[in-house]
């Protein structure tokens, strides 16, 4: 095992409205809110849906590839560069911008799509 899955992002251009609509559909409970984002947490205490602010939000239209859906898993896991080098090794980029902060990083799996390792200090600060 690399990681557990943290969170599912979604990206939107507002983060509280839409957090609004998800707490309905799924009986979630707002646990952390900025203007640039919103965190769902069940009532475990599980994070499960994390919606961020995007600039120039373009919404999808299935199933249009032109217009592709806007979501990413962040991944938890205990060491970001033992956990780096199995991800390459399975195939995964860093992606070109990522300047590894201590916290998290951003990769691409084997097929473009995006998704984030974070660590227990990245989550703890609430990056």
């Known amino acids: 095992m690399i990681g557990r899955l943290f969170s599912l992002v979604i990206d939107c ?3 509280s409205g839409l957090a609004a609509f998800y707490e309905s559909l799924l009986s ?4 952390e809110e900025s203007p640039e984002y919103v965190v769902l947490k069940s009532t475990t205490g599980s994070e499960i849906v994390m919606f961020q602010r995007v600039a120039d939000f373009r919404p999808p239209r299935w199933p249009d590839p032109a217009r592709p859906q806007h979501m990413h898993v962040d991944v938890l896991v205990d060491d970001l560069d033992v956990a780096e080098a199995r991800v390459l090794a399975l195939g995964a980029t860093l992606l070109d911008g990522s300047d590894k902060p201590i916290g998290y990083r951003v990769y691409a799996d084997p097929v473009g799509h995006p998704f984030c390792l974070v660590t227990p200090e990245a989550v703890a600060s609430g990056g």
């Open 28 to 31: 979630l409970t707002r646990a």
């Open 13 to 15: 251009p507002d983060p």
